[in-house]
């Protein structure tokens, strides 16, 4: 959303990601260990990163 464009800057050069929306981040003890973006958001399996 463009109302949070700063927020999701900020987080996209936080953890090295490109910005993109939709938009998941994994992210386990402060790096981001997967993220997808779009269609493939549907495909991720988050129980793997329980």
């Known amino acids: ?6 927020i999701s800057n ?4 936080k953890f090295q990601v490109m910005n ?3 938009q ?3 992210i386990k003890n ?3 260990v997967a993220h997808q973006s779009h269609g493939a ?3 991720m399996n988050l ?4």
Do not use: C, K, Q, T
């Open 1 to 6: 959303m463009l109302n949070y464009r700063d």
């Open 10 to 13: 900020e987080i996209a050069a």
């Open 20 to 22: 993109e929306s939709p």
């Open 24 to 26: 998941v981040l994994v």
């Open 30 to 32: 402060g790096v981001v």
């Open 41 to 43: 958001i549907n495909n």
């Open 47 to 50: 129980s793997l990163f329980v």
